[in-house]
RNA sequence: GCGCCUGUAGCUCAACCGGAUAGAGCAACGGCCUUCUAAGCCGUCGGUUGCAGGUUCGAGUCCUGCCAGGCGCGCCA
């Protein structure tokens, strides 16, 4: 509908040119938007207020001179001039019901597809030396809910999954992993590995209180870079287990990554030494203080002189700086991405700065590659200072997890106690574990948020319990009624605000969901789901659907419940939350 | 010191590319269950958008300067 508007705008615009009204060189990229209120129609255009100054005219009058150049357009019912010059576009009544129509018939909701674009996503990337924490939470459900919306609208999406398997403290845990084998049974280790974290502690004791340890976890670093086979093999022990509890976690969270999608650090070994030749051939490559580093002039430190990267330490070794031009070079390169996206902590912002900008200097990706750090910020606990246990120490992610559910059930068995122990305990799941998601999702993603369980589990708000809720009583009208969700024919007769309001909102979907794909903020899609549900909730409550006599009106607004419950099911989904029927 | 981010109602958060009267939820107060799940709906109260200038038809949004907080800044990732 905005392309359709603009088209005629445009129109109308060519038609006051040759007509003398406006200069040759006043036009301008129009444009038009959804209107906040209702009383200025549907979608609304500035134009006239832009193109004053240069037409010489006051805003009003352009505007009139516009609205009367404007083709006819049997979308658009009405057009009014309002406040200091805007142009309101009142929707035709039988424009939006044949988009309600298309919709309903549409097992993609008639969203738009766009031109498909290989789209790498770099999101999760925990480290493998320790077991994942609160802290790899926004990376991996934030990355997960825009990868699903991005296949969603066409887009071809590799999943990058570039965990930290490589690295001093390997040669620590090695050691560690290699003295414990000698000493205890295959079962006790399984064991003591199963708690990654008391894994890493022990052995960061051992390398601290015995030099003999540390020389030889030093020791075994070489070998593991040297590609020494024993050393490997322990090496994959390690990180078999490792990424067995990650997957365990992603599976736990409805995440879409699976073991394929995992490409770590230790992938790009090979080719470090040809990412420092390369920029050597290319003359990027000085030596500073016996490292070798590129420096490039829009980037200063603290002095003021040039920052540089370093891609190789005066000791010959390789830095993360190395390995991630090597991944974007393989994305790039073997991948074929058209669009890269990093989400990644804001903190690193400084480094893909660095990273996107030699990338294309290098010549490793192409001048037209889209390279965006989605970046976001600190979860914080109620207190506003980082989210920690009451000791002081990091929060695994399995725990915040399992009280999440704990939480739930406790609730959900108070409210729906007639439920049977099987289906509690599945709707305490999903309404525990996407409370957690959705908090998360719900909030701005470049800023710090407050973690707060009883805010999240609320069933009042912008939360996922309350979307959830939504779509049950949708799913309850059906089930009631003893129909089918696409058991639904006729016109569509909306009379009532309540009704009109949650139609103009349903179609917005598609839009909504390209800004998501853009912008990497899924918060935008929330915001967009909380109000059909509300939207719903108001009209459920003032409009009877199964009591109602007139069978038509009946139709009706069966065929809007029904598209808003798969409106808010798909948005779920997208968003990586599990809708239930009942709860 | 330089750079990035943040500052919106008592609290937690919104506000699309600069757009019309800055919106939700919580908290407080008041209504609505013989009727599709009240985990709901409807209403009242609550704001000098950190401060001061500037740009313009119009600024929470852009620019400048302050104030407060967070983060980053050469061989960790």
């Not at 603009?6 to 209107?35: M, N, Y």
């Not at 390997?170 to 974290?197: I, N, P, T, V, W």
């Not at 490997?232 to 509890?245: A, G, I, M, P, Q």
């Not at 540089?308 to 330490?313: A, D, G, N």
């Amino acid at each position: 509908m905005k392309e359709r508007l603009i088209a005629l705008i445009e129109s109308a615009l060519d038609s006051l040119i040759a007509a003398g009204t406006l200069p040759a060189d006043a036009k301008r990229p129009v444009q038009i938007d959804r209107t906040k209120d209702k009383s200025h129609g549907d979608f609304a255009t500035n134009i006239a207020l832009m193109l004053a100054k240069p037409a010489g005219m006051k805003p009003r009058d352009l505007a009139e001179a516009l609205i009367a150049a404007l083709p006819a357009d049997s979308a658009v019912a009405k057009v009014d001039i309002a406040g200091p010059g805007f142009i309101n576009f009142f929707q035709a009544e039988d424009f939006l019901n044949s988009q309600l129509d298309a919709a309903l018939a549409d097992a993609h909701l008639a969203v738009p597809r766009g031109a498909p674009q290989t789209v790498v996503v770099d999101y999760s990337s925990p480290n493998l030396a320790k077991e994942m924490h609160v802290g790899h939470l926004r990376s991996t459900i934030i990355g997960d809910a825009v990868v699903r919306t991005l296949e969603f609208l066409g887009h071809q999406v590799v999943r990058q999954n570039h965990v930290g398997d490589w690295g001093t403290q390997f040669g620590m845990l090695l050691a560690y992993l290699d003295e414990q084998k000698h000493e205890e049974s295959a079962a006790e280790l399984s064991r003591e590995l199963g708690d990654l974290e008391g894994f890493y502690r022990a052995a960061k004791q051992r390398f601290d209180e015995s030099e003999d340890f540390a020389t030889r976890a030093r020791g075994l670093v070489v070998k593991l870079q040297a590609g020494d086979a024993d050393c490997l093999k322990l090496w994959r022990e390690f990180n078999d287990v490792s990424l067995s509890h990650c997957q365990a976690v992603y599976d736990r969270l409805g995440v879409s990554l699976t073991p394929s999608d995992v490409r770590g650090e230790s992938a790009y070994n090979d080719d470090l030494a040809q990412v420092v030749a390369d920029l050597t051939a290319k003359g990027l490559l000085s030596e500073d203080q016996g490292a070798q580093c590129v420096f490039m002039d829009q980037f200063k430190n603290k002095d003021g002189d040039p920052l540089p990267v370093i891609v190789q330490k005066a000791d010959g070794g390789y830095l993360y700086a190395t390995t991630d031009l090597a991944a974007l070079r393989y994305r790039a390169g073997t991948l074929g991405a058209d669009r890269m996206l990093y989400f990644v902590d804001q903190r690193q912002a400084l480094h893909f700065q660095q990273m996107f900008a030699l990338a294309k200097l290098a010549g490793f990706v192409p001048e037209a590659t889209e390279l965006a750090h989605m970046g976001f910020g600190t979860m914080n606990g109620p207190d506003g200072r980082p989210f920690k246990t009451r000791d002081g120490g990091t929060v695994k992610l399995i725990d915040l997890l399992d009280e999440a559910e704990q939480r739930a059930y406790a609730l959900v068995s108070e409210k729906s106690g007639e439920l049977d122990e099987d289906e509690l305990r599945s709707i305490a799941r999903a309404v525990g574990i996407g409370a957690v998601k959705y908090a998360d999702l719900s909030k701005n993603r470049s800023s710090d948020y407050i973690f707060n369980f009883d805010q999240m589990l609320s069933f009042e708000g912008n939360t996922a319990p309350y979307l959830l809720y939504a779509y049950t009583r949708v799913a309850s009208v059906f089930r009631k009624a003893g129909l089918a969700m696409d058991a639904v024919s006729g016109d569509f007769q909306l009379n009532d605000d309540a009704e009109q309001a949650l139609a103009a909102r349903l179609v917005q979907f598609g839009e909504v969901l390209q800004s998501v794909a853009d912008k990497g903020q899924p918060h935008l899609l929330c915001a967009y789901l909380y109000d059909v549900a509300g939207l719903f909730s108001s009209f459920y409550e003032h409009c009877p659907i199964l009591s109602i006599d007139d069978p038509a009106l009946k139709q009706s607004r069966l065929k809007l419940a029904a598209l808003t419950a798969r409106t808010l099911k798909q948005g779920m989904e997208l968003l990586g939350l599990s809708p239930l029927e009942r709860m």
